[in-house]
Nanobody, 125 residues
Framework: QVQLVESGGGLVQAGGSLRLSCAAS??????MAWFRQAPGKEREFVAA????????SYADFVKGRFLISRDNAKSTVYLQMDSLKPEDTAVYYC????????????????????WGPGTQVTVSS
């Protein structure tokens, strides 16, 4: 199984930026995605990228503010987050798709099988 470890979370003021990283234990041909979960809320899709970085998708509430990318040589996916809002506060998780070559359109938890432990992002007003 692929092991994932997120990093880069922290405390930032509204309007600020953070870059999250997710390092995989080995090479993967899977799509990779970011999800987030705030206290008392369901885990929700944030962004996804296909196996070679050629396609991406985003949730409407982050489109234009967040950018997902990947470096397969480093087996790492990134999430650049700009113009952060207090409502972005959540634990952010990365995941790999169940099936190789899954499209970046995959935006449900059921389409992903391996999950990292998460990294906390807190945005103050």
């Amino acid at each position: 199984q692929v092991q994932l470890v997120e990093s880069g979370g922290g405390l930032v003021q509204a309007g600020g930026s953070l870059r999250l990283s997710c390092a995989a234990s080995g090479r993967t041909l899977s799509a990779m995605a970011w999800f987030r979960q705030a206290p008392g809320k369901e885990r929700e899709f944030v962004a996804a990228i296909n196996w070679n970085g050629g396609s991406t998708s985003y949730a409407d509430f982050v489109k234009g503010r967040f950018l997902i990318s990947r470096d397969n040589a480093k087996s790492t996916v990134y999430l650049q987050m700009d113009s952060l809002k207090p409502e972005d506060t959540a634990v952010y998780y990365c995941a790999t798709s169940r099936i190789p070559y899954t499209s970046a359109r995959a935006n449900t938890q059921a389409e992903y099988s391996n999950w990292g432990p998460g990294t906390q992002v807190t945005v103050s007003s």
